[in-house]
């Protein structure tokens, strides 16, 4: 078995001096996608920006067996990790094109299989991504992400808001890019979930309560009910 991508051990992290995460210990696998879930408000968002050194954090993370915890934001995406923030966060100004190019590190960013998965972003490019759809911006800040060769994609609520449809594409195009690379996703969508990840992190109280295949805990009613607060068969 390979050795995992991203480590975690003992992530603690902070807002404003108020504690948010209080100890987070998990692995990511080097391939497919694992879910993290929980209910609202349990530092599932703010252990994806600790990671990042997005928020003030402390506890151990390896990125490929390198330590990272020690590094601003700017060197650990620099290093390999493609982030999707939760609220898109897309220049309003500038348009599709522009968004994306900013975007660009790599020497040959991956502008065509971005392009053919977003189509419907070729034919706005041109657009300024402030006046597209909700879901037409989520693709946008999917799109930013793919065109880098990443070791590792942190992708925080993708289809919140969105229409169903719209929800679909985002999970399609997750799910051609997680067969190149592996993805670390934050996800309430049950059916989202139970579609794209292999194995899941369950967190509540800023601390992992549970982990497993992410099948095994679906498919236990008790165990979704009692860890997430939602019954399973409603998303089956």
Do not use: W
């Not at 050194?53 to 060197?75: N, P, S, V």
Request: proline content about 3%.
């Amino acid at each position: 078995m390979s050795a995992p991508i991203l480590t975690v051990r003992n992530l603690s992290a902070s807002i404003a001096g108020q504690q948010v995460v209080e100890s987070v210990t998990f692995d990511v696998p080097a391939s497919g996608i694992t879910a993290v879930l929980g209910r609202n408000g349990v530092g599932k968002t703010s252990s994806i920006r600790g990671i990042l050194g997005l928020i003030h954090r402390q506890g151990e993370i390896t990125l490929a067996g390198e330590r990272i915890d020690g590094l601003k934001t700017h060197q650990i995406v620099q290093r390999g990790v493609g982030y999707v923030p939760e609220d898109r966060e897309v220049f309003a100004g500038l348009s599709v094109a522009e968004n994306l190019a900013l975007a660009e590190r790599d020497k040959n960013p991956r502008r065509e299989f971005v392009a053919e998965l977003f189509p419907d972003l070729v034919a706005r490019r041109n657009q300024a991504a402030g006046t597209l759809s909700g879901g037409q911006q989520q693709m946008v800040s999917v799109a930013r992400a793919l065109l880098n060769d990443n070791r590792i994609l942190l992708v925080d609520e993708p289809t919140k808001g969105l229409a169903p449809k719209i929800v679909t594409e985002v999970a399609d195009a997750l799910q051609e890019a997680s067969k190149t690379v592996p993805i670390l996703l934050v996800e309430q969508n049950l059916d989202v979930v139970r579609r794209l990840a292999d194995d899941a992190i369950v967190i509540a109280g800023g601390r992992v309560v549970h982990t497993g295949k992410a099948r095994d805990i679906l498919d236990d009613e008790s165990l979704t009910t009692r860890l997430l607060g939602v019954s399973a068969e409603a998303h089956a």
